[in-house]
């Protein structure tokens, strides 16, 4: 089990969720499509590490973590749908087991970056998702 891997089936368990080496086999294989240039799992990755630095500010992590692993799990390009397909996605696969499951996925719906979001941990989910956006040209590449 890569390291990726494993916090991922920690995350998920330690929340209530089942299934969890499924849920990443199907969330790596998502972010693996062919399609996607910047909406993998290498920026989910970049995204954790963000996290990371941010964790003890964050007043609900694991929910926070939970959104910024699946946020982006459903990309069709040009598709205005994509963070409401990936909440949907998320839905049926925690079930009603992940606690506070529709928190995670309005966190989710919130990276669709319409307005700024009232709930803390829904801003650090944004911000943590266009922190790239900040990083030096070289690293786009």
């Known amino acids: 089990m890569t390291r990726t891997q494993g916090r991922f089936v920690e995350l998920w368990s330690r929340n209530g969720g089942v299934r969890a080496e499924a849920v990443f086999a199907d969330l790596a294989r998502r972010y693996g499509e062919p399609v996607r240039r910047y909406h993998t799992l290498h920026h989910v990755r970049r995204c954790l590490r963000y996290f990371d630095l941010a964790r003890r500010f964050i007043p609900e992590p694991d929910r926070v973590e939970l959104a910024l692993w699946c946020h982006d799990v459903i990309y069709v390009p040009g598709a205005r749908d994509n963070e409401a397909r990936s909440a949907d996605w998320f839905r049926r ?22 307005r700024a979001p009232d709930e803390l941990d829904a801003r650090f989910a944004c911000d943590i998702d266009l922190a790239m956006l900040g990083a030096p040209r070289r690293q786009f590449r």
């Open 93 to 114: 696969w925690a079930d009603d087991r992940i606690a506070l499951g529709e928190l995670v996925c309005e966190m989710i719906l919130a990276t669709r970056h319409t």
